[in-house]
């Protein structure tokens, strides 16, 4: 079974810092994995998406990475900003079963001004 | 173009009455899945749609959950006889072609079951 961790849990930065946000996954046979923001009493916006064969990709200040042999995948924010401020969760799929999502619970940062 | 839609956006509701709750996905949007996000438990998938047919039901908590989907369009997720422990914000989204491309989700409806 997939499992889907998020590390922090909960993050505050001044604003104008570079930060990284953690997703790690224990099945690595992955489809794809695809990163959202979640606004309060909102639903997901989608980042970014990046195939099993991608190491990484790039929207304006957002880079995504992701190395499948450590199960990991990484959310690059730079020169955060206070409308930065929102929930990020990193969402995973088998090769197995594309259909499916399987969430992390998500990092929920703040961006002090 | 327009994004995904979901009705109602709140409904409260008593303890053993039905409920329906309706996706609209993006137009063209082939594959549609549903989730249910509650307090403390995360974004749970429940249903994936392919068109009109449902390859993996396998997130479906009871057999009082039931989703259709007609005319590879709309779809509604059924909760019957419900119970407290369903109040959650349900989630709707959908992508083109098969089920591993970009998902794009609704707002959601938040259940309350008093």
């Known amino acids: 079974k997939q499992e889907v961790t998020q590390i922090p849990a909960a993050l505050s930065v001044p604003e104008g810092e570079n930060l990284v946000l953690n997703c790690s996954f224990t099945?690595?046979?992955?489809?794809?994995l695809q990163w959202f923001r979640q606004d309060p009493g909102k639903g997901l916006t989608s980042l970014l998406l990046?195939?099993?064969?991608?190491r990484e990709q790039t929207s304006g200040r957002l880079n995504a990475s992701l190395d499948k042999s450590s199960g990991r995948s990484t959310l690059y924010i730079a020169a955060s900003q206070p409308g930065d401020s929102a929930t990020y969760l990193c969402a995973v799929r088998l090769i197995t079963n594309a259909g499916k999502s399987t969430f992390g619970d998500g990092t929920t940062l703040t961006v002090k001004p | 173009g327009a994004g995904v839609s979901q009705s109602p956006s709140n409904k409260v509701t008593e303890k053993g009455k039905d409920v329906e709750l309706r996706c609209d996905p993006i137009?063209?949007?082939?594959?549609l899945y549903w989730y249910r996000q509650s307090l403390g438990q995360g974004l749970e998938f429940l249903i994936y749609f392919q068109g009109n047919s449902a390859p993996d039901k396998s997130g479906l908590p009871s057999d009082r959950f039931s989703a259709e989907r007609t005319g590879g369009s709309v779809s509604t997720l059924t909760i019957q006889r419900t119970q407290q422990e369903d109040s959650a914000v349900y989630l709707c989204?959908?992508?083109?072609?098969?089920?591993?491309?970009?998902?794009?989700f609704g707002p959601g409806t938040r259940l309350t079951v008093l």
């Open positions: 990046i195939q099993s064969s991608q």
């Open positions: 099945d690595s046979a992955i489809y794809n």
């Open positions: 137009s063209g949007h082939t594959a």
């Open positions: 989204a959908s992508s083109l072609g098969h089920g591993g491309n970009e998902q794009f």
